[in-house]
């Protein structure tokens, strides 16, 4: 019998202790990322989870030898540290110890200690988990979770209550050919392509909700923007009056989640080269309107939603006569999907929905969705669907909601963008397309 | 063309405000959680997001008719506060307008507006949606919500990054017939049944890593603590000296958690009565330990695993002699999943592993990770594993893995447990088990 009581934790190496500890032995854990030998000394760099240290072992004046410790294994060191400004984070480690706490049983296959792998995307892809030890190509995971930290500090200042909802459902939530068949016990189901009807429901009585969670998308197209398993950062909220006040808290959303991850990523921003857009105003432009420009621009001018080179041109046009990386457009056609969106009340050839653009990609469709259970019927009927077919969903209408309206932030696309990456794939841990189910 | 500022956001109801606004009139949106008329006056009870409000609508001193405003409407109401003693929250509203925003096309099928709803649980979950609308159970919710959120704060305090992980897999985590089956596009992928494999690869380039997201388990019974689709609260720690600082992390965050929702969620814990345990130390035995103790106590040990019955009793026993809602179980045979689990040094007929039961229930399974390439080899072939199918997860400890080990928490087994619920499908806002698809 013995007890626990969690008060003495193991801690992570803290490089702001480090920098302040010049003169003095310090003691921690890493993985040696690179060991170059001169003649007398050697150079090893060191890879903590965010950082590389450089440290300089001499014969004699370690305990413990580098025999046999080389790139790949994790090790436990003692150096003294010196102030320099060449190296890494400014200081450099005298080693006064050295053991060895595990050891890789081969060699990288990949570049691992370059500042770039220098691989193709496949091969980097192939080599997954080898590839993110690489601290340029991890930087990218480290800036996904400072996005993720700030959508929820934001969510939860301004009262949104965070929900989990199932992803295997009896319904998908967009419709279309696009999803994904399980064998769930003999009964066919599917996973959802949105948690759009359970946040509908989770309005009726939590006003605000948001979650971020997979979403799954059966695209059979391979390309640079889509990926078939997706963290989606969705919110909806009730009592608007429009959706400008869904596009109002995306704005602020989006400024808190830059400005986290400014205050808290710099060492990854830097990594990177990452511009981080400063958000002020976004320009928000209807369909009409935008089709309107584009045809202006030679584009011709598509009937019912943006095709991807609309999307580069809309982004363009913000950037220079704005100076804004995002841009909105507004009031799709009525007759397009989805079926949840309200018609507008002026012109009801159109809806309020509208799409985010970032630096050229769509991020975020949203708009303001019907609460009404007749108005609901009325328009599944409108685009050829059973309301009979809707009864689990309907549900919510029949027994009230309130005006409500909400969105769905594709995390890699924004990732994607934020890192001026070509292809989605890199801004996910471990992608899955049609052809990659490994690792 | 217009442009979205996000920098005026609508607001939430704010229950501080409203209470130290006596005398005043205030607005906001709700739900009409209940009407009563009284002769010339009607109490309207109001619903916000988190409390009810009583208010008073009197003939002839308010903007706006009480006429067709029912159960189920959601309003803008405008009302002067009065400070009252035996009002919820302690303030009563003396409305002087309200505005009907939308109303529901049908009576409540359930009792939304006593406080306990009194109907099945079956039917509860049949009309899930309604049934949420109830301050008891949608207050369980809220509270799944505090528990997420100290999870992250403490371990974003502990310098564990948050990572995000396919659920679609080639290969399931656990092993077993457990698992549910994709179709993906014509090649067979499964519902991964954790993110072991994933959380492992990360602890090679971020050291401590953590996941909170959907784990599938194909179980085809039916029990009160079974459901099929649950979140996971997931770590997994580099650079340990044994499981026990796994555990001593888990003790940690399980105060934090418990201390984060003591200071931010006293509204449901009142609505509920929870009972929220004051983690001090917590006892362990091993698994041995365990075996001689339930058979002092009359029940038969078993060979290879603790069965329910002998959860409940090791419970019962950590309450009685330690005074803890918690005790661990560790040094499980090493003959027994998961392959992963690193077998004992001194005795290998026992693996570095754990479970954490709570009130009688098991809500975790840990312990320290096999981080070497041949050790892992030779335990697969020990358990009738042929290493070739795990190719792609081997290449982690192929190339390196530093001394690990982690855990997964069961988020609706905890919050079920903190409630004192008989059933894992309260715990779920949309459960998914054998029989239940929808809603």
Request: net charge negative.
């Amino acid at each position: 019998m013995v007890v626990v009581s969690g008060k003495e934790l193991k801690k992570e190496f803290d490089l702001a202790q480090a920098q302040a500890s010049v003169g003095e032995v310090i003691t921690f854990r890493a993985c040696v990322h690179k060991v170059r030998g001169m003649s007398g000394f050697s150079f090893v760099v060191l890879r903590t989870a965010r950082y590389l240290l450089q440290s300089i072992y001499t014969d004699g004046e370690c305990e413990g030898s580098l025999e046999g410790i080389r790139e790949g294994c994790y090790v436990e060191i003692s150096g003294r540290v010196k102030a320099e400004e060449r190296a890494f984070n400014g200081i450099e480690l005298a080693l006064t110890k050295i053991t060895l706490l595990s050891k890789p049983a081969a060699e990288y296959p990949l570049k691992v200690s370059q500042r770039r792998l220098g691989c193709s995307l496949d091969v980097n892809l192939d080599n997954r988990t080898v590839a993110l030890r690489n601290p340029y190509e991890r930087a990218a995971f480290k800036m996904q979770e400072g996005l993720v930290q700030g959508f929820h500090q934001f969510m939860q200042a301004n009262r949104f209550t965070e929900i989990h909802t199932p992803k295997i459902v009896a319904q998908g939530a967009e419709g279309g050919a696009n999803i994904f068949h399980i064998d769930y016990f003999q009964k066919p189901a599917f996973l959802n392509q949105s948690p759009q009807f359970y946040k509908q429901a989770a309005v009726a009585f939590f006003d605000r909700v948001y979650e971020v969670a997979p979403v799954y998308r059966a695209e059979k197209h391979a390309t640079s923007r889509h990926i078939n398993e997706y963290i989606g950062l969705d919110f909806e909220m009730g009592f608007i009056d429009s959706m400008y006040d869904v596009m109002a808290m995306e704005t602020a959303c989006l400024r808190a989640m830059m400005e986290y991850v400014k205050a808290h990523y710099q060492p990854e921003i830097k990594i990177l080269g990452a511009e981080i857009p400063e958000i002020g105003e976004i320009p928000s432009v209807t369909f009409l309107e935008a089709m309107e420009m584009l045809r202006g621009t030679g584009s011709a001018g598509k009937k019912f939603d943006l095709d991807p080179e609309d999307e580069v041109k809309l982004c363009e046009y913000a950037k220079e006569k704005y100076d804004s990386d995002f841009i909105f457009v507004t009031h799709f056609p009525s007759s397009k999907p989805p079926f949840y969106a309200m018609n507008s009340k002026e012109d009801p050839r159109v809806a309020y929905k509208f799409d985010l653009l970032f630096r050229g990609l769509e991020i975020t469709s949203g708009g303001q969705r019907i609460h009404d259970y007749d108005e609901q019927v009325e328009k599944m009927r409108a685009q050829g669907l059973d309301p009979a077919d809707f009864e689990s969903y309907l549900e919510s209408h029949k027994y009230g909601l309130p005006p409500h309206g909400g969105l769905g932030i594709g995390l890699e696309r924004l990732l994607m963008k934020l890192l001026n990456q070509p292809n989605i794939r890199q801004a996910s841990m471990f992608p899955r397309d049609i052809n990659r189910l490994l690792p």
